[in-house]
């Protein structure tokens, strides 16, 4: 039964963890020079239910930005069975935002996969499994996405209005869809750095209630970083993780 609750609840972290075109708010960007959020390590404080059972933990981002590249280290630990998510994401910063090269992830008692975004042959491909698709521009990994947002934020923010919709084709670790986020109102969140005002942005659900809902809260103070994380499932689980601390770089 343990191991059953422990492997939900990587699935879930994985899940957020935020068509092959892109909305407006994305295809903006190519008009300048994306200006995604500065270097830092970012850690945060881990709480969830899961079948009934309570967990905490910890997880640490490495974000790096400069040079024209990017890349993003995730680092997630439960209070029971220590480290049960490794994930990475690299690539370029084009005129369209973040253009991930390879996303890695390694999950708990699991083998490490990886999706390559082959930018010569204008192809998605998995390693574990034999999908592919196109790309076609602003493309994203589950790990890239987040911070994608953030960066949209950051070079168009005429375009990060409340009511607003961001879509992108966003790739897991054996397949890819279209992901649609709404911009929210901002709202004060106590964290480990206090109470910082924040940006609510929602992954519409895809598939009725039956779909896992990922709320993102992305805070215009701190350069836009992710500053909570919610995965909430149809049957009530959930799994949060708050900032509490930002290092620069």
Known sequence: MKQ??????????????????????????????ANPPP????????????????????????WRAGDGRYSIAN?????????????????RVDAQGL????????????????????????????DASDATYPIKGGEQDRNS?????A???????????TGSTISAFVAGQKNAEAWSFKVGKAETLKTGMGDISAVKVSKSAGNGDKDQK???????SKNW??????????????IEQTITRITPQ
Do not use: M
């Not at 996303?103 to 998995?126: G, L, M, N, P, V």
């Open 4 to 33: 059953t609750r422990h492997s939900t609840f990587t699935s879930l972290l994985l899940a957020g963890a935020l068509a092959c075109s892109v909305a407006p708010a994305i295809a903006q960007t190519a008009k300048g020079a």
């Open 39 to 62: 270097s830092a390590d970012l850690d945060y404080a881990i709480n969830a239910v899961q079948k009934g059972l309570s967990l905490s933990g910890n997880a640490g981002v490495q």
């Open 75 to 91: 680092e997630t630990r439960a209070s029971i069975v220590g480290k049960i998510l490794d994930a990475r994401s690299e690539g």
């Open 99 to 126: 253009a991930p090269e390879k996303s890695i992830e390694k999950r708990f008692r699991k083998e490490a996969t990886t999706t390559t975004f082959d930018r010569e042959s204008k192809t998605i491909r998995f």
């Open 145 to 149: 996405i987040v911070w994608q947002l």
């Open 151 to 161: 960066t949209i934020a950051r070079t168009t923010p005429a375009k990060f209005k």
């Open 214 to 220: 990922i709320d993102l809260w992305l805070a215009p």
């Open 225 to 238: 970083y992710p500053v909570r994380i919610r995965f909430a499932e149809p049957d009530g689980d959930f």
